[in-house]
């Protein structure tokens, strides 16, 4: 690839990248549901200007899936490079210092909803096909494009479209770019993702709310029998009280422990820099890691009930939900794992009280085998453009599609370009702009060696 690619280009990729940014395609928001369609058809005029002479975009229920192939060379390998272009809900918009959809640069780091996750690193793979074939040259090997617009609320068309048509997924390799650096100047491969149990848990305990004082101190009360409910499935040393759920999990091997224990990791730091906490919590007898990586979690993400307008009124609110999530690890089963919530609801329930699970979404945990060679090509262009190979991680993250993507046994390379101080899913989000040239370097470089090798193979 031509390394002079990017210092050529910066100026029209920064502008072209800021407006797809500036598409608020918000995936868990009905009301959003034109911007992803058009953040679909802003990727699929992209992907034709680059001259795929294959770009579709599949309707399904839900938002559409871009699909699209360069032109076939055959006996070259394929890659089939995934992405997403939904985004987050950018709230709390008071906090974002530009706004979420008005991308903004500050010190060599641009500020969007989107930025790190995915639309910026998607972009990043578009212009590293686009640097592999400068010019009119033919791209070295075969590349689909695969982007979907629902994976941050549960990838449900992606997963219809490759149920049906897995031949999709026939692949040498698959490379997932929507996760991150381990730190500054260290990339990492991803040998495992946390799976996740999305819930809402509902509470009635009357036919309508009631006045507080004429009722108060003998009427239940939804929202208090609601959050009595929440506190006990998880008690103070941070242990879910689901015995089952922790039952099922298969532990890290020794030599994967190991590993983690030689990772450069400083708790001060990590709490000052990424969690902004003065503590952590969690088993302690664990490492942060195994915390991370290889436990499973419960959260709470949103109580709704009683009132919360401006002023004050007296009400015993009838009805309370909360929306809670488990991440789950290997041996975890996320269609099992919600029973057992359920059952654990239904078992602290009291009497008094009406109360149902209902599942949101939910994604297997899944581990990659990070031994194909093609992960050997990835640190070969890493090496090359930033100087250092990977390391092999894993991430608490989840990313539903990524069983799929594998289960052909196509290898599954998940990497990034991200920060740890990206602030995904938060306010001000951002991408340096030196990880996204870099990124277009590093991925150029990947199509071209992974072709030679092929090619002398
Ligand atoms: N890209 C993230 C997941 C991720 C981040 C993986 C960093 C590895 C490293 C993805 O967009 C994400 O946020 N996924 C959701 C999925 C869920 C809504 C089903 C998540 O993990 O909350
Ligand atoms: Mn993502
Ligand atoms: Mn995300």
Redesign the pocket.
Known sequence: MDQTFVDREQDRMLKELTEFLAIPSISTLPSHAADCRRAASWAATELRSLGCPVVEIIEGEGNPIVWAESPKIPGKPTVLVYG?YDVQPPDPLDEWHSPPFEPTVRDGKLYARGAV??KGQVYCLFKAYEAARDGDRQPPLNIHFILEGE?????HAIEQLLTSEPERTDVDAVLVC???YYAPGIPAV?TA?RG?C?AEISVRTALSDLHSGLYGGVAPNALETLVRLLSQLKDDTGKINIPKVYKAVIPPAKSELKAWKNLPFKKKQFMEEETTTNTLTGLKEYSVFERLWALPTFDIHGIVGGFVGEGAKTVIPAQASAKVSLRLVPGNVWEKVLKQLDNAVQRLAPEWAEVSVRAI?G?DPVQMDVSDPAFKVLDQAFIEVVGQKSVAVR?G????VVTRLGSRGAPVLLT?V?LPDDG??APNEKINLDQVWDGVRVFGRFFELLAEREATA
């Open positions: 997403h996750d995915d994976e941050e609320c549960g990838g929507d996760a991150g991803y993702l996740i999305y979404h994604a991430s993250g989840s990313i539903p990034g991200g995904l899913h």
